[in-house]
């Protein structure tokens, strides 16, 4: 990720080749891909191995979604006045 803007900035998402499977990216570099299921929406973690008990998780549709990753990408969002004010104490 880049510095100089915050990570939910960098964030986009969208196609990845097929109508169905959609992913996520960081300052240009695929995270997660999304996709519809029986049981709903899942998105897998690509910084899993697919073997990982938390590689895939599940959501209620394509929204829900988007909004768990983007509700996880903002906690990279860390402003640097706190990190100062953390470590002048």
Known sequence: ???DKPAIEQLTYGSVGTSSTWGAWL???Q???????PTGYAVRWILYDWRHPHATT???????AIEYI????????????????????
């Open 1 to 3: 990720m880049r510095g």
């Open 58 to 64: 599940m959501h209620k549709d394509r929204e829900a």
């Open 31 to 37: 995270f997660a891909q999304m996709n519809g299921c």
């Open 70 to 89: 983007r509700v996880w990408v903002s906690g990279f969002d860390i402003d640097p006045g706190d990190i100062e004010s953390a470590e002048s104490n």
């Open 27 to 29: 300052d240009g570099k």
